[in-house]
């Protein structure tokens, strides 16, 4: 089993940036391929990052390429998001996903722990 929390989360104004992490606990996250998803209330949740095992490949939606950079210390056994020029649009709750199958990783289906989410709130 592993637990994830995330952190960093928060308010900043548009054109800001913020930097989350998900930190995991119970087992090493060196094995697993992890994703970053956010949804807002209401709406489905959406992918945004994915990363494998050691991070030879990164998948990003395309809405927050270059704006958004999704990377990993797995000694650190933490996986972080980095969120630059941030919009109003990006205002939703955050949550990080471990998949223990490097496939399909732009989907929901794909992760099997999700940690409990972080808000970001983006003010215009």
């Known amino acids: 089993q592993v637990q994830l929390v995330e952190s960093g989360g928060g308010l900043v104004q548009a054109g800001g940036s913020l930097r989350l992490s998900c930190a995991a606990s119970?087992?090493?996250?060196?094995?697993?391929?992890m994703g970053w998803f956010r949804q807002v209330l209401g709406k489905e949740r959406e992918f945004l990052a994915a990363?494998?095992?050691?991070?030879?490949?990164?998948y990003y939606k395309d809405s927050v390429k270059g704006r958004f950079t999704i990377f990993r210390d797995n000694a650190k056994n933490t996986v972080y998001l980095q969120m630059n020029s941030l919009k109003p649009e990006d205002t939703a709750v955050y949550y990080c996903?471990?998949?223990?199958?490097?496939?399909?990783?732009?989907?929901?289906?794909?992760?099997?722990?999700w940690g409990q989410g972080t808000q970001v709130t983006v003010s215009s």
């Open positions: 119970g087992r090493t996250l060196s094995p697993y391929a």
């Open positions: 990363i494998s095992q050691i991070a030879e490949n990164t």
């Open positions: 996903a471990a998949a223990t199958w490097p496939h399909q990783l732009t989907t929901q289906r794909a992760y099997d722990y």
